[in-house]
């Protein structure tokens, strides 16, 4: 392969390019944070919003423990218990930031119990998902993702997280 002759266009050209891809990483990067906090505040209102009809019918809740979802190891009422409160406790967690990455972390345990209880309910063998997946797993299959993405990466600029961190840099420091 032959390289392009260095001539005054195609330098300005690839000066151009190089600083047009600049912009373009730039606004990417801006978008980073408004992007992590949009995705912590959607997974965290989903799981809330759910947490809070578990408990304004705590009846049917118990019932469909005792009868629907298969949560292993676990005896019903307590997986009712178990996950109603990881479902009311850690999406204010998650959305704020504050313990992003443990709150991110336990939404996607959470979410990953369900959906394979949700699985197990169905009778649908995880050998079947294919371009027939049902909507109810694919919305949870983004939920994880979006949960597992915070944890991995943490919940970026825009948390209470990163304010604690640079609050206590400052302290830190010399004056």
Known sequence: MTALPAT?????ILDASRRSWRLVESALEWLQNPTLLAARVYVAYVFLESGLQSLRDWSSTLWLYANCFQVPVLPPVVAAVAGTAGEIVLPPLLALGLFGRFG??????????ALLSYLHTQQVALT??????????MFHLIWGLLALITALWGPGRWSLDAWWSRRGRRA????
Do not use: D, E, K, M
């Open 8 to 12: 005054p266009a195609v330098s300005r």
């Open 104 to 113: 991110a972390l336990g939404l996607f345990v959470v979410n990953a119990v």
């Open 128 to 137: 079947a998902i294919g371009s027939h997946v049902n909507v109810a797993v």
């Open 172 to 175: 830190l420091s010399p004056a």
